[in-house]
């Protein structure tokens, strides 16, 4: 069996879930955080100290679609990416200024895993299965229920400009043709230079997931969340589940937006007697202003 200390470092020992309060999605996370926006954080806080991180279907589900079929990805879900704090630094904007730390044992013991990233391009091997499954879903409730739940831990590997198998858009009119600047000295091509791919947004984010599967409800692994209302026009504010934890011994770091709202948290004992309990270890509170300092 190989010692611990051969993969040492290799693997990040924490998965951060991000987070955005309401009123800070709202100026998609620019500028200074508004009074508003920091309560709205601290709210988040709260809710999430006393019943757990929310569980709620995407707001923008992901599609698989070659030509024809299609199929979205709606299940409730919370997700966690093994980026360094550092590293996610530059991604706050999109995913929100708050982040819990957890280890990857718990996500792990709690049903979660790795994402299996894949090429969404229309002769994709593992496209073409995926769809060569869904096209035909088996009838057993708990058959389908599995195969929907395997494939809510796939993602594409990047962006595309568009989803496979759509018909391209128009072209442009093609513009008045510009002769060339020959230079007397222009280099040859380097016929030893290689290529490397291009950056695939989606892989650099190395995401785990926790799904909603009735498994997991039946152990109160995920406690269902009895406010919860689905909309079919638009997706829920509310979480379908609640997935509860212990500070400190579940959870191991907590970053919050600014040192503002480090030291309001820090001066409310409602928070410091959750966050760092007497008969355990503590919850290290790190503010996102002193992230790449130190």
Same mark, same amino acid.
């Given at each position: 069996?190989?010692? !611990? /200390?051969?993969?040492?470092?290799?693997?990040?020992?924490?998965?951060?879930?991000?987070?955005? !309060?309401r009123?800070?999605?709202?100026?998609?996370?620019?500028?200074?955080?508004?009074?508003?926006?920091?309560?709205?954080?601290?709210?988040?806080?709260?809710?999430?100290?006393?019943?757990?991180?929310?569980?709620?279907?995407?707001?923008?589900?992901? +599609?698989?679609?070659?030509?024809?079929?299609?199929?979205?990805? %709606?299940?409730?879900?919370?997700?966690?990416?093994?980026?360094?704090?550092?590293d996610?630094?530059?991604?706050?904007?999109?995913?929100?200024?708050?982040?819990?730390?957890?280890?990857?044992s718990?996500?792990?013991?709690? %049903? %979660?895993?790795?994402?299996?990233?894949?090429?969404?391009?229309?002769?994709? @091997?593992?496209?073409?299965?995926?769809?060569?499954?869904?096209?035909?879903?088996?009838?057993?409730?708990?058959?389908?229920?599995?195969?929907?739940?395997?494939?809510?831990?796939?993602?594409?590997?990047?962006?595309?400009?568009?989803?496979?198998?759509?018909?391209?858009?128009?072209?442009?009119? !093609?513009?008045?043709?510009?002769? @060339?600047?020959? /230079? *007397?000295?222009?280099?040859?091509?380097? *016929?030893?230079?290689?290529?490397?791919?291009?950056t695939?947004?989606?892989? +650099?984010?190395?995401e785990?997931?926790?799904? +909603?599967?009735?498994?997991?409800?039946?152990?109160?692994?995920?406690?269902?969340?009895?406010?919860?209302?689905?909309?079919?026009?638009?997706? /829920?504010?509310?979480? *379908?589940?609640?997935? @509860?934890?212990? @500070?400190?011994?579940?959870?191991?770091?907590?970053?919050?937006?600014?040192?503002?709202?480090v030291?309001?948290?820090?001066?409310?004992t409602?928070?410091?007697?959750?966050?760092?309990?007497?008969?355990?270890?503590?919850?290290?509170?790190?503010?996102?202003?002193?992230?790449?300092?130190?």
């Amino acid at each position: 069996m190989a010692s !611990a /200390s051969k993969y040492n470092g290799v693997h990040k020992q924490q998965l951060f879930h991000w987070l955005a !309060a309401r009123a800070d999605r709202a100026v998609e996370m620019k500028g200074r955080l508004t009074p508003l926006a920091r309560r709205g954080y601290i709210e988040c806080l709260a809710g999430s100290l006393e019943k757990g991180i929310w569980v709620k279907p995407p707001r923008k589900p992901e +599609e698989i679609r070659l030509r024809k079929h299609q199929i979205s990805l %709606g299940n409730a879900m919370a997700c966690f990416t093994e980026w360094s704090l550092n590293d996610s630094l530059k991604h706050t904007r999109e995913y929100g200024r708050m982040a819990f730390g957890f280890s990857k044992s718990w996500l792990i013991k709690h %049903g %979660g895993q790795p994402v299996t990233y894949y090429d969404h391009s229309a002769n994709s @091997p593992f496209l073409k299965s995926l769809i060569a499954l869904l096209k035909n879903p088996p009838k057993d409730k708990m058959q389908l229920e599995a195969l929907l739940y395997l494939v809510h831990f796939t993602k594409r590997i990047h962006k595309p400009s568009k989803l496979a198998g759509t018909p391209p858009a128009p072209k442009p009119p !093609a513009a008045k043709p510009v002769a @060339p600047v020959v /230079s *007397k000295h222009k280099l040859p091509p380097d *016929k030893f230079a290689r290529f490397w791919s291009k950056t695939m947004p989606f892989l +650099e984010e190395r995401e785990w997931r926790i799904v +909603e599967h009735s498994r997991l409800e039946a152990t109160e692994t995920l406690v269902p969340n009895s406010k919860y209302r689905p909309n079919s026009n638009r997706p /829920s504010e509310m979480p *379908k589940f609640y997935l @509860p934890y212990k @500070p400190g011994e579940d959870l191991f770091t907590l970053v919050l937006p600014d040192n503002q709202t480090v030291s309001a948290v820090l001066q409310n004992t409602w928070f410091t007697n959750r966050l760092f309990p007497k008969n355990g270890p503590h919850v290290t509170v790190l503010s996102l202003q002193d992230i790449g300092t130190f």
